[in-house]
T-cell receptor, first 111, second 109 residues
Framework: GEEVAQTPKHLVRGEGQKAKLYCAPI?????VFWYQQVLKNEFKFLIS????????ETGMPKERFSAKCLPNSPCSLEIQATKLEDSAVYFC?????????FGQGTRLTVV | GIQVEQSPPDLILQEGANSTLRCNFS?????LQWFHQNPWGQLINLFY???GTKQNGRLSATTVATERYSLLYISSSQTTDSGVYFC???????????FGGGTRLMVKP
């Protein structure tokens, strides 16, 4: 597609429940990135992929967060046993080389 | 890691006014992008500008890579320009973007 598509737009989970977010990158883009925006002005990098391979996962809290980008499927970000502090907007971005294009985000609220 | 600082942090303008937003970064970069996050939270690409000058309607941007700064100019501001403007950079293709803290702009009618 011509834009990065993220689903769902909103997700509410009880503390301890699992959350799964999806991202379909722009066709032809080989890089996919996940970012977390907690406070309105702060972006935290989580993980990036080059095609199906993890490129950089230095931002991932590995004990509860995992992510995949498999061929012919949307990429996914999964949070096991959500905590209140996971409440944030999660943005996915894709890029062919340098310029990144962002999706509309998934707002996760943990209650 | 690379540091990105934006100024001013907050800006209030009267409709029709012009403004300049600044982004300083601490190291050489391969990519620099300006984004507008509108009040609904959408991140809109404004410019991909690792160097040079670009214009798009009332907006223009200049990056002086050798001096490690970029400027975003907004002319004849409109209420729809309100939101937060982010500058983001990365060192190499495929690397994560490092975002500045943003400039929150409010344009009053």
């Amino acid at each position: 597609g011509e834009e990065v598509a993220q689903t769902p737009k909103h997700l509410v989970r009880g503390e301890g429940q699992k959350a799964k977010l999806y991202c379909a990158p722009i066709k032809g883009h080989s890089y996919v990135f996940w970012y977390q925006q907690v406070l309105k002005n702060e972006f935290k990098f989580l993980i990036s992929f080059q095609n199906e391979n993890v490129f950089d996962e230095t931002g991932m809290p590995k004990e509860r967060f995992s992510a995949k980008c498999l061929p012919n499927s949307p990429c996914s970000l999964e949070i096991q046993a959500t905590k209140l502090e996971d409440s944030a907007v999660y943005f996915c971005a894709s890029g062919a080389s340098t310029e990144a294009f962002f999706g509309q985000g998934t707002r996760l609220t943990v209650v | 890691g690379i540091q990105v600082e934006q100024s001013p942090p907050d800006l209030i303008l009267q409709e029709g006014a012009n403004s300049t937003l600044r982004c300083n970064f601490s190291d050489s970069v391969n990519n620099l992008q300006w984004f507008h996050q509108n009040p609904w939270g959408q991140l809109i690409n404004l410019f991909y500008i690792p160097s040079g000058t670009k214009q798009n309607g009332r907006l223009s941007a200049t990056t002086v890579a050798t001096e490690r700064y970029s400027l975003l100019y907004i002319s004849s501001s409109q209420t729809t320009d309100s939101g937060v403007y982010f500058c983001a950079v990365d060192r190499n293709a495929g690397n994560m973007l490092t975002f500045g803290g943003g400039t929150r702009l409010m344009v009053k009618p």
